[in-house]
């Protein structure tokens, strides 16, 4: 696996780069059955909804190498189980369910072949999700990146770069064609609490790359948006709605009621696995609560008092009217979203 | 010094509970010199803008008590020199150059007195300015109170507590209040990145109050709008403007446009030593630029990557539009805070 890389297959094996250690560590942890690879998404070893999406696929394909059976067909019970196990991992990113339903959706179409090239058609199917992924961020930087305007100041939230994705990212995606193509930017990065992707990996793969960024709290968005210092924002989506609303990481409707008051464009980058039509508004979409420990802790140690109980949704909704545009791998989406993303969707 | 007392005077020396060990440890420092006094404020051992007034003119005392002099006005020049050292601690505080003016003041006035008698005048006119810092705490919770609706969710961020004061605090003043006349009330407590002041004090002190509470993330506050769970948001300041421009923590200013874009009522609580009638608006309040360590570091951990650069403001200013209104020791100040602020200040 090449330095930040969020997953990858090797030799029968799902390889999850613990991204929970970074900065400080870069371990690489390898995966052979499909119960450590759920465990490595509810644990948030690996995050960022694409990046689901290739660790689960991976996870269907494991299953798919190492499950015994004598034909392909019997393999489909325990596809069907794992992708039961890897869907209820994380209750929010549709990337995880629209993977594992390609791969089940796939292996009840090759069941038919011999089992040894049944076997190798998984992998291989789960390769073409990865890569496709990559070739989707790649696509969604260069339509990004004419929406920075020049020596731009751009404001993301959480991390929703190569680490989220299979690379490149997504909302870091315009940021990093515009960095290639000689352009000059500039990110301020919030530090994204409670789990500190910001901090921790959006300043970490920018520094790497060697895009200048400040880092800041997140409560310090609206003093820099109010000083001027800010031209746009742009941020990932765990999942979108058939009328554009966006449910991203915790922190981001906040932002955009900012930007709307501030006159700041609000982008969202995402693929298009991540809207979902069956989905007609974003009150339809489930918030998950995860633990007031990781609030209540950073690191290991207590930062409030013992017996504080924190709440601890994970993610909000944006809602469209907030949205100035969704930049995906085919383009930019721009209001009314209702019928920019059925246009879209029925292409 | 009783539990959660930020600081008193004792025997000739000045009491200051380290604030930065809370909530794991309580440790009160006895310091008798100016220096000391001046470094624990500057190291933030004590803070809130009333707490570091006491604090100040405690400091005042302090060389008012161990200075050496035949004559009460040979120790002018010593309290002009302590004056400028407590001063240039904190450059934000309003109430710290209010307190060590008075202090500095009163000494002029006072110089005419035998030495001894000058002596313990300073340290009761210290006392004095603790004494009134606590009763203008109780009268602000008095008048607050009624701001806060049946079974009201209020919303606070950083600590404008009983540690921020003389004790009782100004923002929680109304709660407390709440609290003690037996209504329900629900405190949502922001963490305060990137010190924590939420976590760490609001969260300690309301806790021991007995007061129920959910802490949350800064980022979350608007999601807990959105959800209809705030019914209003009360905080402190550190400095008010003559036409009710507010400087507070960083934080308080996005909290005020995310109030105002949702229909819910914005309290600032502070007493009225807080008022700079010398600045006409907002724009010429010095905005305090702390170490990037601050943002980079949590409990001595470093959570960023190595060389990369935080931005830190510590204070952000709040317009006068957005804030309905200031809860003061005499009352609550309406719009528009131009007129009303001048004729409280002159009366």
Known sequence: MTQLQSVAWADGAVLVLDQRLLPQQEVVNRYTTVADVAESI???????????GCTAAYGMALVATHASAQ???????????????????RPTAVNLFWA???MYEYAVAQQHLPIAEFRVSMQREAQAIFDEDLAMCQA????GEPLIPARGRVL????AGGLATAGYGTALGP?????????????????????????RLTAFELQRAGVPLTLITDNMAAYFMGQGLIDCII??????????????KIGTYGLAVLAHAHGIPMYVAAPT???????????????????????TMIGGRRIAPEGVTAAHPAFDVTPARLINGIICERGVILPPYTTALADLMQK
């Not at 993301?156 to 991390?159: F, L, M």
């Not at 941020?235 to 991203?248: E, H, K, L, Q, T």
Request: with cysteine; net charge neutral.
């Open 175 to 199: 940021i990093y064609r515009a960095h290639e193509t000689g352009r000059a930017v500039h990110v301020y990065v919030d530090e994204t609490r409670p789990y500190l992707q910001g901090a």
């Open 156 to 159: 993301t939230h959480c991390n």
């Open 235 to 248: 941020v990932g989506a765990d999942r979108i709605a058939a009328n554009g609303d966006v449910a991203n």
């Open 140 to 143: 969604i930087g260069r339509h």
């Open 71 to 89: 034909q392909s067909h019997e393999l489909l019970p325990a596809l069907a189980a794992a992708r039961t196990q890897l869907d209820a991992s």
């Open 100 to 102: 594992t339903r390609r």
């Open 273 to 295: 696995s991540t809207i979902d039509m069956r989905i007609s508004d974003g009150r339809m979409i489930p918030i998950e609560e995860r633990s007031s420990d990781e609030v």
């Open 42 to 52: 509810r644990s948030m070893q690996v995050r960022g909804a694409p990046a689901i």
